[in-house]
């Protein structure tokens, strides 16, 4: 079985331009969520979807930040603008059930880099 | 706010040598998993432990939550290349989602 598919793998833009990264997660999973990791913070939770339904978006930094999930085969999380603060890894994960030990099962990420 | 502390941040050891790191909070959880993540992948989960005291095995690996659900140990024995990887724990709420991620302990261990 397929497992989350996320492109692109690696991303580099310039300040100021639209990014927009996509997941695929696992077919008949109902939970999504999208994680960025840094050095600094680790693996940081920005948005999760239940059914398609976004439950909780408290971690996306800012307006600049968007995501959507327009069917449970498919997510985007877009920045626009980017700035260069927003240079780290962006996982999707998905899983079955909403129970915190449900097992998440991340995509091998999008390597963002913002000049 | 929820934080999980994982010691060492780094560790570089020989193929052979045993191993433990952990991971730490002033929280109690109701659930603790370890994932590990190698370079350029996503993580991956290798356990969940839910009871205090809880000990868990994986082959070489032996996992242990904490009696009072505050922090977790993850020991490897005779450690080999392929264990090389970042070690990350994560704290669950029981019914809630969402999962706090430590920051993870790099390992390297040298053929």
């Known amino acids: 079985d397929a497992g989350v598919i996320q492109s692109p793998r690696h991303e580099v833009t310039e300040m100021g331009q639209e990014v927009t990264l996509r997941c695929k997660p696992i077919s008949g999973h109902n939970s999504l969520f999208w994680y960025r990791q840094t050095m600094m913070r680790g693996l940081e939770l920005l948005i999760y979807f239940n059914n398609n339904v976004p439950i909780d978006d408290s971690g996306m930094p800012e307006d600049r930040f968007s995501a959507k999930m327009p069917n449970a085969s498919f997510s985007t999380l877009k920045i626009q603008p980017s700035e260069p603060r927003d240079s780290a890894v962006y996982f999707c994960?998905?899983?079955?059930?909403?129970?915190?030990?449900?097992?998440?099962?991340f995509g091998p990420g999008t390597r963002l880099t913002v000049l | 706010t929820q934080l999980l502390e994982q010691s060492p941040q780094f560790l570089s050891i020989q193929e052979g040598e045993n191993l433990t790191v952990y991971c730490n909070s002033s929280?109690?959880?109701?659930?603790l998993q370890w994932y590990r993540q190698e370079p350029g992948e996503g993580p991956v989960l290798l356990v969940t432990?839910?009871?205090?005291?809880e000990v868990k095995k994986l082959k070489r690996l032996t996992f242990q939550f904490g009696d009072a659900r505050k922090d977790s140990s993850l020991h490897i024995t005779a450690a080999q290349p392929g264990d090389t990887g970042l070690y990350l724990c994560?704290?669950?709420?029981?019914?809630?989602?969402?999962?706090?991620f430590g920051k993870g302990t790099l390992l390297t261990v040298n053929p």
């Open positions: 994960a998905s899983k079955l059930g909403t129970d915190s030990t449900d097992t998440q099962y």
């Open positions: 432990v839910v009871t205090g005291g």
């Open positions: 929280s109690v959880f109701s659930s």
């Open positions: 994560a704290g669950g709420g029981g019914s809630n989602y969402k999962l706090t």
